[in-house]
C-alpha cells in the first residue's frame, strides 16, 4: 500500500516551515486514513471498492496538504518581501534619528559643561555672578535646541508621509504640463508656418513694388527723353514719389 501511494507524497516537505494548525490538522487526518486503509487491508482483504475509497480520500487529502503548503511557502515569501522593504525603511528612519541623537547627545554634553563650568565659576568667586547668569542663559539656549531636535524629529516623520502625498500629486501635475506643452508647441509649429507664409506675400508683394517702380522709372527716362507727353510725366512722376514715400 505504502509503495502503490508513494508518487502522491511530497519528499521535502518536512524540511519546510513549520505546518499551520489547519495542515498539521489535515497530516494527522491523513495519518488516521492510514491506519484505517492498513486495518481495511488486514481485516476486510475482499472490500476493494471501500479500500479504493479510502485511496482516493487519501490522494485528495494529501492534495490538500501539497495545495495548502504551497500556499504557505508563496505566503512566506511576500512576508519575507514585505519585510525586507519594511527594515530598509525602518533603517533609514533609523540613521536620521541616530543623527538627531548624536545632536541631542552633543547638546547635552554641551549643556552640562557649561553647567559645570557654572558651578565652578561660583565656587571660586561671587564676584562672577553676571558671568555665570550669562552661562547659564546658554544652557538654557541649549536645552531649547535639544527640545527643538526632538520636535524636528518628529516633523521629518510627518514630512516623509506628506511627501508620499506630495510626489503623487506632482506627477499628475506633470503629465498636465507636458500636455500643455504639447499642445503650445503645435501652436507654435501652426504659428510659424503662418509667419513664412506672410513672409513669401511680403516678398511677392516687394518684389512687384521694385517692378512697378522700374516701370515709372523706365516712363520717366523716355519722358527725359522727349518720348512721353508732359502731362503724363508729371502724372509717373507724382506716383513715383508717393512710392518713394
Not at 44 to 73: D, F, H, N
Not at 84 to 93: E, N
Not at 117 to 133: F, H, I, P, Q, T
Request: hydrophobic letters at 35%; charged letters at 35%.
Amino acid at each position: 500500500l505504502r509503495g502503490s501511494l508513494s508518487p502522491c507524497r511530497e519528499p521535502g516537505t518536512s524540511l519546510k516551515a513549520p505546518a499551520s494548525p489547519q495542515v498539521a490538522a489535515l497530516e494527522q487526518d491523513l495519518g488516521k486514513l492510514e491506519e484505517e486503509l492498513r486495518a481495511v487491508q488486514a481485516t476486510m482483504s475482499g472490500k476493494s471498492q471501500e479500500i479504493g475509497k479510502l485511496k482516493q480520500l487519501l490522494y485528495q487529502a494529501t492534495e490538500e496538504v501539497a495545495e495548502l503548503r504551497a500556499r504557505e511557502a508563496a505566503s512566506l515569501r511576500q512576508h519575507e518581501k514585505t519585510r525586507g522593504s519594511l527594515v530598509a525603511q525602518a533603517q533609514a528612519w533609523g540613521q536620521e534619528l541616530k543623527a538627531l541623537l548624536e545632536k541631542h547627545n552633543t547638546a547635552c554634553r554641551e549643556m552640562g559643561r557649561l553647567r559645570e563650568a557654572v558651578a565652578e565659576e561660583r565656587r571660586r568667586s561671587g564676584d562672577l555672578a553676571a558671568k555665570a547668569a550669562e552661562q547659564e542663559r546658554q544652557a538654557s539656549e541649549m536645552r531649547g535646541r535639544s527640545e527643538q531636535f526632538e520636535k524636528t524629529a518628529e516633523l521629518l516623520k510627518e514630512k516623509m508621509e506628506h511627501l508620499i502625498g506630495a510626489c503623487r500629486d506632482k506627477e499628475a501635475k506633470i503629465k498636465e504640463l507636458l500636455k500643455k506643452l504639447e499642445q503650445l508647441s503645435e501652436e507654435v509649429l501652426a504659428i510659424r508656418g503662418e509667419n513664412a507664409r506672410l513672409a513669401l506675400q511680403l516678398q511677392d508683394s516687394q518684389k512687384n513694388n521694385e517692378e512697378i517702380i522700374s516701370t515709372y522709372r523706365n516712363h520717366l527716362l523716355n519722358a527725359a527723353r522727349g518720348y512721353m507727353e508732359h502731362e503724363v510725366y508729371n502724372i509717373l512722376l507724382r506716383i513715383l514719389s508717393m512710392q518713394e514715400k
